[in-house]
């Protein structure tokens, strides 16, 4: 209904009045569009866009990344607006037609092209992923897709494994999907065995994305517009996987530079699956209101079904993990959605399907808290429906206390100096003392580690674990981060890091 922005399409638009005078304007000349033929809004519903708009009046400014809200109920749009800026280089304001990045809320889409193909019997959820994948290694019990699906598989992060390496998300050493399979590849051991619990994982929709792809033998990003976004009227939705591709409408992702101002954030990764949706909010309201009336596939409900229906361990255990989709709660009543975020890009998606009402908030700026600001919409609009007190915001977490730092002699750091090779990594680690510290060097990145103990040393998102033989030679390395454990290095002698490291 409500697109507020249309009046500033144009990029060489420049704001010289405040943004929400210009919104004022653009609602003047909608009303006045409105006289000859369509109905107005309401005055009831122009204070809830002004109150919806007071929510967002921070970033309501020219110099400043911002934030698109849509509001959606029964299929349709209620209310749609940008706040700040799609691009500050050329001062283009965000507008509903701003396509972002949705991050992981690209997995939801990953999941309604897994049904897809379960729907045309060309695989089954319950399916070994080496059916499909054979790379991948057998770890004695089965991995399947379901297990994919609901993030019981075990298969460790390869966001972990990648900022081992020094590749991490966003950095200036790029990986592409081939790297990443590789990766996965070369992993001699899961986080737990297939089913035992969840632990939400992003290299299990990657490797769904792989599935989809070897299955249908087209590019998952081609079917998901043939079988998708274009039977949705999607038209300005894709799999981003050509960071090279020109993009209509694009806002540019920003984070938080050192000096306090912003910089581009720029995703180098053609990595989808997990992420790699780029979208509208107003296309994303097609996408909302196919819950409740499936046109895709053989329509009818069972897809549906299947993308929300919850997954559950080996135990029985049900978890609140659908397939993309996470059931919860807020104030009494039902909610189902996801939240995401990419380089430079945040986004959070609440459906309270009960009422078929819905909100999607998406940023250009990595600091942004989209779900605050979701529920706190969904405040306005379901006020006489929730019979529960608004949670409020919720206090940030206490920073759990780091153990002491262990006084070690140059003498006991000498004996760490050295290289290790990870057959799993296919990555050398070097290590040195300096200055009285164990120094880690990883792409040229040179990272003093903290003593835990002789032997056991802490680094960023990571610990180090040394081990000695009867001697007291050192035999190997064990790295862990997060529930990553026990990544195997060797000692190598006279073996430096090959070029494609430095």
Request: charge should be negative.
């Amino acid at each position: 209904m409500s697109k507020l922005s249309g009046a500033c399409r144009s990029a060489d638009w420049k704001p010289r009045l405040p943004l929400s005078r210009w919104r004022a304007i653009a609602l003047s000349l909608l009303m006045a569009a409105c006289s000859s033929g369509c109905a107005a809004p309401s005055e009831s519903g122009q204070a809830r866009s002004r109150q919806v708009d007071e929510l967002f009046a921070e970033w309501d400014r020219p110099d400043s990344p911002g934030a698109v809200v849509g509001v959606y109920r029964d299929g349709g749009i209620v209310y749609a607006q940008g706040y700040g800026m799609a691009n500050l280089d050329h001062g283009i304001p965000l507008a509903p037609h701003s396509v972002l990045r949705i991050g992981s809320i690209s997995k939801q889409f990953v999941a309604m092209g897994i049904s897809l193909l379960a729907e045309q019997q060309k695989l089954s959820l319950d399916d070994d992923i080496r059916a499909h994948l054979p790379e991948m290694p057998s770890y004695g019990e089965p991995i399947t897709i379901r297990h994919l699906l609901h993030h019981t598989s075990g298969i460790r992060e390869y966001l972990a494994l990648v900022g081992l390496i020094g590749q991490p998300e966003g950095g200036v050493y790029g990986y592409t999907s081939n790297d990443l399979l590789a990766l996965l590849s070369r992993q001699s051991a899961l986080n737990f065995e297939p089913g035992e619990r969840f632990s939400y994982s992003n290299s299990g929709y990657f490797l769904l994305a792989e599935i989809i792809a070897r299955v249908s033998g087209m590019k998952a990003s081609a079917f998901a517009k043939e079988h998708i976004f274009d039977p949705l009227g999607m038209s300005s939705t894709r799999f981003y996987d050509d960071p090279t591709a020109i993009m209509p409408d694009l806002a540019y992702g920003y984070s938080r530079g050192a000096d306090g101002g912003y910089r581009l954030d720029i995703l180098r990764s053609d990595v989808i699956g997990d992420l790699g949706v780029v979208t509208t909010v107003e296309d994303f309201s097609r996408w909302d209101a196919n819950f409740y009336d499936n046109k895709l596939g053989g329509g009818g409900p069972w897809l549906i079904e299947t993308m929300q229906r919850q997954g559950r361990t080996a135990a029985g255990d049900e978890l609140p993990y659908a397939a993309g989709l996470e059931w919860g709660s807020y104030r009494g009543l039902t909610t189902v959605g996801h939240s995401g975020s990419a380089v430079g890009y945040v986004a959070d998606f609440v459906q309270f399907p009960e009422e078929r009402f819905s909100v999607v908030v998406l940023s250009n700026f990595s600091e942004f808290r989209p779900g605050r600001l979701a529920h706190r919409v969904a405040d306005l609009y379901l006020a006489d429906r929730f019979s529960e007190e608004s949670p409020g915001d919720r206090a940030s977490r206490p920073e759990s206390e780091e153990p002491p730092r262990a006084m070690l002699s140059a003498l006991q750091l000498e004996q760490f100096a050295g290289h290790f090779y990870s057959a799993e990594l296919d990555f050398i680690y070097s290590f040195d003392v300096r200055d009285g510290d164990l120094e880690l060097d990883v792409r040229g990145r040179k990272m003093p580690l903290i003593p835990e103990s002789e032997g056991r040393f802490r680094g960023p998102r990571m610990m180090l674990e040394f081990k000695k033989l009867d001697s007291g030679a050192i035999s190997s390395l064990l790295v862990h981060a997060g529930e990553v454990r026990n990544i195997q290095f060797e000692p190598v002698e006279g073996r430096r890091p090959p070029a494609r490291q430095q």
